[in-house]
């Protein structure tokens, strides 16, 4: 396990801007982190992606397709999808949560979606599938479970998250892979805190608030990041994972939130609806069948500086495939453009009048 290097720049509330470096590379938080849950994002070409300073990849799936001898062979998954930034690597344990399968003490029984048979991901396996992949941050194996299951469930789900915590980090051996535990509890401020406790105890390079973005309301997920933070050392990164819609984004960056990941910038896109600023629109909308503007004013991406809304429309509703690529791009650097913006304005000590201002457009 490496030791990030993290160096606050600035505070404004609880929102907060870090340099972080790790293996040679740096960026600047706060960061979204496009899903490529294969090594790639549905329709868009890595290249494209040239403000991306890390992606997510997803160990349930790259260790079933192509597999751990393949990836291994090239090197690992930087290599194998010829990426030169850095990579985050899941654990596993969102999909104990999203694709039906057995939670045991031991692990998560998976029944593999390819083929029907099933197989343990253990928390030993998570670390050595993520060790192979060789991505430069790891996440411990955690026990997800529904947002509304019984407190008596939630402190289970802790319990078990805390062993495997602690297997993953004493077998964890890639000095150039830092390591983060998963913090769960449900909507349970207490059993936050003890799963906080734990996490701190076993020292991670970083700490990701779990279980959240599966159901609760705004109000819940908001109180219980706040909650959470305010227990987290100052000095390393937080992480609240699959959030992604840009109201969301700013609300937790507000509580002192520093990463995030989210298939929504690109799921939303190839269903047609645009990221403008905090809001969207449905491009399939007949009035912007002769539109000669960009999808929005002012956006530097690719698409906007190319192509008229007229066409981008033309290419969804007559080749749909398309225009997933150009509509995926927008939302993807939208979405980072926000974010490049909310960094600057916490540096100037203007976070509540971006805020405000960004929200009310």
């Given at each position: 396990m490496n030791n990030i290097n993290l160096e606050l720049l600035a505070v404004d509330g609880k929102a907060r801007v870090n340099k972080v470096k790790i293996n040679n590379h740096e960026f600047n938080t706060p960061i979204f982190m496009p899903v490529a849950t294969r090594g790639s994002i549905k329709s868009v070409n890595l290249e494209q992606l040239s403000d991306t300073k890390i992606i997510l990849g997803n160990t349930?799936?790259?260790?079933?397709?192509?597999?751990?001898?393949?990836?291994?062979?090239?090197?690992?998954?930087?290599?194998?999808?010829?990426?030169?930034?850095?990579i985050l690597t899941d654990s596993g344990g969102f999909q104990g949560w999203s694709i039906p399968n057995s939670q045991t003490d031991d692990g998560i029984l998976f029944k593999?979606?390819?083929?029907?048979?099933?197989?343990?991901?253990?928390?030993?396996?998570?670390i050595h599938i993520q060790?192979?992949?060789?991505?430069?941050?790891?996440?411990?194996?955690?026990?997800?479970?529904d947002?509304?299951?019984?407190?008596?469930?939630?402190?289970?789900?802790?319990?078990?998250?805390?062993?495997w915590a602690k297997k993953a980090r004493e077998i964890h051996n890639n000095k150039n892979q830092s390591l983060f535990g998963i913090i769960q509890g449900g909507k349970y401020k207490d059993l936050r805190e003890i799963s906080t406790k734990?996490?701190?105890?076993?020292?991670?390079?970083g700490y990701a608030i779990g279980g959240l973005a599966i159901g609760e309301t705004e109000k819940e997920r908001n109180e219980i990041v706040s909650f959470t933070?305010?227990?987290?050392?100052?000095?390393?990164?937080?992480?609240?994972?699959?959030?992604?819609?840009?109201?969301?984004?700013?609300?937790?960056?507000?509580?002192?939130?520093?990463?995030?990941?989210?298939?929504?910038?690109?799921?939303?896109?190839?269903?047609?609806?645009?990221i403008n600023r905090a809001k969207y629109f449905n491009l399939k909308n007949s009035k912007y069948k002769?539109?000669?503007?960009?999808?929005?004013?002012?956006?530097?991406?690719?698409?906007?500086?190319?192509?008229?809304?007229?066409?981008?429309?033309?290419?969804l509703i007559n080749e749909p495939t398309s225009s997933w690529q150009f509509l995926t791009i927008h939302n993807i650097y939208q979405t980072q453009n926000i974010i490049n913006e909310v960094r600057e304005s916490i540096l100037n000590s203007d976070f509540d009048n971006y805020k405000e201002k960004l929200l009310n457009e």
């Open positions: 349930y799936h790259l260790y079933l397709r192509p597999g751990l001898d393949i990836i291994k062979d090239f090197g690992g998954l930087h290599e194998y999808i010829n990426w030169d930034q850095l593999n979606i390819y083929d029907g048979t099933k197989f343990l991901m253990t928390p030993e396996l998570s060790e192979t992949l060789n991505s430069n941050i790891a996440m411990i194996l955690d026990q997800l479970i947002i509304n299951a019984s407190k008596d469930m939630q402190k289970q789900a802790i319990i078990n998250t805390n062993i734990n996490m701190l105890e076993i020292d991670f390079n933070t305010d227990l987290l050392p100052v000095d390393k990164l937080r992480y609240v994972m699959g959030v992604g819609d840009i109201k969301s984004l700013i609300n937790l960056i507000e509580l002192g939130v520093d990463m995030f990941d989210c298939v929504w910038p690109a799921r939303i896109a190839r269903h047609g609806k645009i002769n539109i000669k503007d960009p999808l929005v004013e002012d956006c530097n991406c690719n698409t906007c500086l190319n192509f008229s809304t007229s066409y981008m429309r033309h290419l």
